[in-house]
């Protein structure tokens, strides 16, 4: 081997732990951004979609740098929100702590729809309490607060408790009255029975039958090796 080539195989050994390090955080971080699309495809296929931007901003990639590889880790998964766990039940099919559920009348008929502007639990929301109205008992308190909305064409009411009628009770949960009707908005004791749907499992699968992973590493490798031979 010529003097030249010896510098470039010097260079080389000195210079590769630091290429292979590159090397390996590139093909970590563009795999976990590969699954987060098969996380995004997997959900879409099996789930009622609303909001497609929920969806893209619920799913994130936290990339790794060029450490020494034993502690490179990319993670590609969905972030937990305060009324919200990132299809965590759907993902390990344990029961979810929430109890709240929405209504078709809320979504404006439509499974599919997002929720309405009153049907919503804001603070600018104005909802009435059987507790602000005069009575002996909360029934009382009830049908005072029903002539009222009655006088005044309907409106949205809450109830934190249950309400006794003739035939049984009105569950704690969000209404409206429309044409002396009462439709539920929303129901806040709701036992959910979530349908197991491994949608983070089903993304690693497509990614490991989709992606000839070997041959990734490969280039990539081969990539730091040219480098060295200019």
């Not at 971080?29 to 699309?37: D, I, T, V």
Request: net charge positive; charged share 30%; no cysteine.
């Amino acid at each position: 081997m010529d003097p030249a080539g010896l510098k470039k195989l010097d260079r080389f050994f000195k210079g590769f732990p630091n290429e292979a390090k590159k090397a390996t955080a590139g093909i970590l971080n563009s795999l976990a951004f590969q699954a987060r699309k098969y996380q995004i495809e997997s959900i879409s296929a099996n789930m009622v979609i609303r909001n497609r931007r929920f969806i893209e901003s619920s799913l994130r990639v936290e990339t790794t740098r060029a450490l020494p590889i034993n502690q490179q880790v990319a993670y590609a998964g969905s972030i937990n929100r305060p009324r919200f766990t990132g299809w965590e039940e759907q993902q390990t099919g344990k029961p979810p702590k929430r109890k709240r559920s929405i209504t078709l009348h809320a979504r404006g008929g439509s499974k599919a729809g997002q929720v309405r502007r009153k049907a919503r639990l804001r603070s600018g929301n104005k909802f009435y309490k059987p507790e602000q109205f005069q009575g002996k008992n909360i029934k009382q308190r009830f049908q005072f607060m029903m002539r009222v909305l009655g006088s005044r064409g309907g409106g949205e009411f809450l109830l934190t408790q249950n309400i006794p009628t003739k035939r049984g009770h009105l569950k704690r949960g969000l209404y409206s009255l429309k044409k002396h009707k009462i439709i539920k908005l929303q129901d806040f004791d709701k036992e959910y029975k979530i349908r197991r749907l491994p949608w983070a499992t089903m993304a690693m699968t497509k990614l490991h039958r989709r992606n000839d992973i070997k041959r990734i590493w490969g280039q990539q490798l081969q990539r730091a090796v040219d480098k060295y031979r200019r």
